[in-house]
């Protein structure tokens, strides 16, 4: 199972009028495949071309076992650090056939 949180990256790809823009998210990618956690770029698309517009990731690009399972969940996790609060969205898979990451296990 892969996890990923995301963080905004500041910029932007425009493509012709025909096709929805491009915007890259940062994130921390968890995978079982690997022993640590990686910063990645995830893709996504936009829903118009203002700073205002809807964002749309695409996890799937990223998280890996799409033959075993093609869905992806998500969940906001919100973290208080004194005043302060940060919210992440988490993308994970879920399903008995995948192998377990060592990365989010606790035993």
Do not use: D
């Not at 076992?65 to 993308?91: D, L, M, S």
Request: charged residues 20%.
């Amino acid at each position: 199972m892969s996890a990923v949180s995301y963080r905004l990256l500041p910029h932007t790809l425009y493509l012709p009028s025909n096709q929805t823009p491009e915007l890259h998210l940062r994130c921390r990618l968890y995978s079982a495949s690997w022993t640590r956690p990686r910063q990645v770029t995830m893709l996504t698309r936009c829903s118009g071309r203002s700073r205002t517009a809807q964002r749309f990731p695409v996890p799937e690009s990223l998280l890996e076992e799409a033959t075993v399972q093609p869905y992806v969940h998500n969940c906001f996790v919100n973290v208080c650090e004194g005043r302060h609060i940060h919210r992440f969205c988490i993308f994970f898979k879920r399903h008995l056939r995948l192998r377990a990451n060592v990365l989010l296990s606790t035993g």
